[in-house]
């Protein structure tokens, strides 16, 4: 299954012998170019980057580096082999074999699947537009173009599926998904948390240590899907979003290291002199946290849904790991914990399994990143500083679902506007925090060298060295 690069458009899925789906991909390419141009990575046209490309999707062969300008990147149509004797896994048809067709009745339901997901792909690399002006390091600006242009390949991927599989619809499905802009109150990306700014590159591995791993559980149910096409891309993708929640996870550990560095150095906690120094204090890192875990967390949608129980009864869309569970994969009758609002507290109830499925998927992804803050806890606490890095309460600043309706606080209490209204500077990101941070980023460009808030990572991109020249500036 290796990938066809003499194309114009490198795929593995034989596009020269379907004419019609190539010639409407290769009109939807220049738009897709004009669309990178106008909303990619600011001022990088000309700049070599360092990055890899998918050479082929089995375990070793996908990863290809070399020096690249992003407007050159090969962005094709990749999806993982397919399994011949793959079934539907899960819901109402259990045990068919899965489709490599669109159910008809399933169509605008699978179509709305995957424009949802898709939108997420350029809304990011919008959101992350400006962050190259700010770079900390070459090996930093290096990291951000390789989730940029990665980004960029998921949304031909959705495209992919879109053009291949809905006629019309999905064609102007496709031409839409250029059209949404990140953060326009016109037409804005559909999803909340890709409207949001990502001003600062604190903000940007928060983001994709949170967000991109909501990509992540996201792709994991989407590739149990019964429409093999969808599961296959999911999986390839996956392999991909794995860089990017590392880029996140060092990224924010580096700042971390960086931080208890210089309180080690003053021998202080004192949140003045440590901003004085020019790094992050742990309170402001603790409130981004919250910030990006919360707005996160509204992204799983609704805790009790009926829109999720169809997605599964109908085999569209499984669970994180569907596969590996040992239940009956159908979960009629089973019941599933979601949380309420009742009077001044939350308490759990028992929702059916089937409308709760976003409510496990979010449960699924909290164990994830609840882990991955323990990690970052481990450097504060080898740095021999007493303090400790949280997640915040699940239903914490929630804006959609039953949770918006109160004022959750990081703890999981429930309390008052005028509590909130008091002691919401301490929960979240305030202005002068942003502006802080806004302060410290300037722009790193030689090689080996990084910015005063951030620590150099352990080791370079492909056993380079730290100080490996990862972007050429011409
Ligand atoms: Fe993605
Ligand atoms: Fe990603």
């Not at 669970?319 to 009077?343: C, M, N, W």
């Not at 959609?400 to 506007?417: F, M, T, Y």
């Amino acid at each position: 299954m290796s990938i066809n690069y003499s194309e114009r458009i490198p795929n593995n899925v034989d596009l020269a012998s379907n004419k019609s789906l190539q010639r409407a991909l290769e009109h939807w390419q220049p738009e897709y170019l004009n669309w990178w141009g106008e909303m990619g990575p600011e001022e990088s046209q000309h700049m070599e980057i360092y990055l890899r490309t998918a050479v082929s999707v089995d375990a070793k062969g996908w990863a290809n580096f070399g020096y690249v300008k992003m407007p050159d990147y090969r962005w094709g149509i990749f999806l993982a082999e397919r399994d011949p004797n793959r079934k539907v896994n899960f819901g109402a048809h259990k045990g068919e074999g899965a489709w490599q067709e669109v159910p008809g009745e399933y169509r605008s339901t699978l179509r709305r699947l995957i424009v949802t997901q898709g939108d997420t792909e350029p809304a990011s690399v919008e959101q992350q537009r400006h962050l190259g002006l700010t770079c900390p390091s070459q090996y930093d600006l290096r990291n951000l173009f390789q989730v940029n242009v990665e980004e960029g390949r998921h949304l031909w991927a959705m495209v992919y599926l879109l053009h291949a599989y809905f006629g019309r619809d999905g064609r102007e499905e496709a031409e839409a998904l250029l059209e949404r802009r990140s953060g326009d109150a016109n037409n804005p990306r559909i999803l909340g948390a890709f409207n949001e700014k990502t001003p600062d590159w604190l903000a940007f591995f928060m983001f994709t240590f949170f967000t991109d791993r909501d990509g992540k559980y996201q792709l994991c149910s989407l590739a149990e899907s019964g429409f093999d096409p969808l599961a296959r891309t999911c999986r390839f993708m996956l392999t991909e979003e794995a860089h990017h929640m590392f880029v996140g996870e060092s990224g924010v550990g580096r700042v971390i290291q960086r931080t208890c560095d210089v309180m080690n150095q003053l021998k202080t906690d004192d949140v003045e002199r440590i901003r004085a120094a020019g790094v992050i204090d742990l309170p402001t890192i603790q409130r981004y946290l919250n910030f990006h875990f919360s707005v996160t967390m509204d992204l799983f949608g609704s805790d009790v849904s009926s829109n999720a129980a169809t997605f599964y009864t109908n085999g569209l869309k499984g669970r994180f790991d569907e596969t590996k569970r040992s239940d009956d994969h159908v979960l009629a009758g089973q019941t599933y914990p979601v949380l309420e609002i009742q009077g001044d507290k939350l308490a759990v109830v028992n929702a059916p399994a089937l409308n709760a499925l976003n409510e496990q998927l979010r449960d699924d992804y909290v164990k994830d990143a609840v882990a991955g803050i323990d990690r970052w806890n481990r450097i504060i606490e080898k740095a021999g500083v007493p303090a400790r890095l949280h997640a915040p309460h699940k239903a914490f600043n929630r804006k959609i679902g039953p949770l918006s309706a109160s004022k959750i606080d990081p703890d999981g209490h429930v309390v008052s506007e005028a509590d909130w209204t008091h002691r919401h500077r301490a929960w979240l990101p305030t202005e002068e925090d942003r502006a802080f941070v806004a302060s410290l980023m300037g722009r790193v460009t030689e090689p080996g060298r990084f910015a005063n808030w951030i620590a150099p990572p352990a080791r370079g991109i492909n056993n380079q060295p730290v100080e490996f020249e990862y972007v050429r500036f011409n």
